[in-house]
């Protein structure tokens, strides 16, 4: 089943990094709620920063939460 929000942060693989998608699009890897806020910005979103990432109710978190960055 697809995913109804524009954001998707995947689960943590081996060396920490998750995957960022944005509507479809896979922009890349983050290592930290820090990178996210910086995709969510290069995506159109500037002045969002980590408290609005964690907040955020278009961000599906697959495999933990904003705090989870290890398997």
Known sequence: MASTVP???Y???????RRVRVD???LGRAY???DVARFM????????DE????RS???EW?????????M
């Open 62 to 70: 697959r495999g933990g939460g904003p705090d989870a960055w290890t």
């Open 24 to 26: 479809g699009t896979i």
């Open 41 to 48: 910005q290069e995506a159109g979103l500037q002045d969002w």
């Open 57 to 59: 109710g278009m961000i």
């Open 7 to 9: 954001v998707v942060i």
């Open 11 to 17: 689960p943590p693989d081996g060396d920490g990094g």
């Open 32 to 34: 930290s709620v820090l």
């Open 51 to 54: 408290m609005d990432v964690v």
